[in-house]
């Protein structure tokens, strides 16, 4: 990995985690997406997602670990010149009392990253009926029962930076890496959502068309939890 000021990485990067602390970004997200189809119909899908998340995924990378984990290879992403690509390991934990969890496992056989990602992720099933008032496209399919996916996500990233980049306003470097990772996590959303909708109705045989105007999923982050500074590492205060 290089930046545009020529350092190379990872040896410059080694120094950093001895003479500078990393910046920190948390926030939290939440969601929710419709499939039209019951509830079991669906968990049927997400207990065998060795069947599709391969290709839900793509263009990311998504290398299997084990029998319920990922290695995804998120894309470049950057700001300030610098960039990084990201990757992220993700263990997709089998059903719990309703709940589907989704938790960080290291990527192995890695050096040094400059990054540390925690990825906690919770999403529930509600059952829905079509009603005449709200839901007349539906019924107009025979879709009479539906699924509301509802989700949350908490989302740490303590990031290590070549030093030009600690030469900027602490504030400056804060906010953008916030924006950058929301914007990460509403692309990533937007994309791996819209996929495997897709592909459940695909695999039911369910084509919704072009014409379909029905809002299918929404992503809104909710809370900055990330450390609010004067000088760098001298807080760690929470802003909301």
Same mark, same amino acid.
């Given at each position: %990995?290089?930046?545009?000021?020529?350092d190379t990485e990872p040896a410059a990067l080694s120094t950093l985690t001895v003479d500078r602390p990393p910046f920190i970004f948390h926030?939290?997200?939440?969601?929710? %997406?419709?499939?039209?189809?019951?509830v079991q119909q669906y968990e049927q899908y997400l207990n065998n997602h060795q069947e599709?998340?391969?290709?839900?995924?793509?263009?990311?990378?998504?290398?299997?670990?084990?029998?319920? #984990?990922y290695i995804l290879t998120i894309g470049?992403?950057?700001?300030? #010149?610098?960039?990084v690509e990201p990757k992220i390991g993700l263990h997709l934990l089998p059903q719990d009392q309703g709940v589907y969890r989704i938790e960080t496992?290291?990527?192995p056989d890695q050096p040094f990253l400059n990054y540390n990602v925690k990825f906690a992720a919770a999403m529930d099933l509600v059952p829905l009926k079509a009603q005449p008032e709200t839901d007349p496209e539906l019924l107009d399919r025979n879709i009479y029962d539906y699924t509301r996916v509802n989700w949350q996500l908490d989302l740490r990233v303590e990031m290590y930076f070549p030093r030009f980049i600690y030469r900027l306003p602490?504030?400056?470097?804060?906010?953008? #890496?916030?924006?950058?990772?929301?914007?990460i996590v509403r692309q990533v959303s937007y994309r791996l959502?819209?996929?495997?909708q897709d592909d459940f109705h695909a695999t039911i045989g369910l084509e919704l068309g072009k014409r379909w105007r029905r809002q299918r999923f929404?992503?809104?982050?909710?809370?900055?939890?990330?450390?609010?500074? #004067?000088?760098?590492?001298?807080?760690?205060?929470?802003a909301s």
């Open positions: %990995m290089t930046t545009s000021s020529g926030n939290q997200f939440q969601g929710w %997406m419709e499939v039209y189809a019951p599709w998340f391969y290709r839900c995924a793509q263009p990311m990378q998504a290398t299997p670990v084990g029998q319920h #984990g470049r992403y950057g700001s300030h #010149g610098y960039e496992i290291p990527v602490h504030g400056l470097v804060q906010g953008t #890496g916030n924006r950058v990772l929301a914007q959502t819209a996929k495997v929404h992503t809104e982050r909710v809370r900055t939890l990330s450390p609010v500074v #004067g000088n760098h590492g001298e807080s760690d205060a929470p």
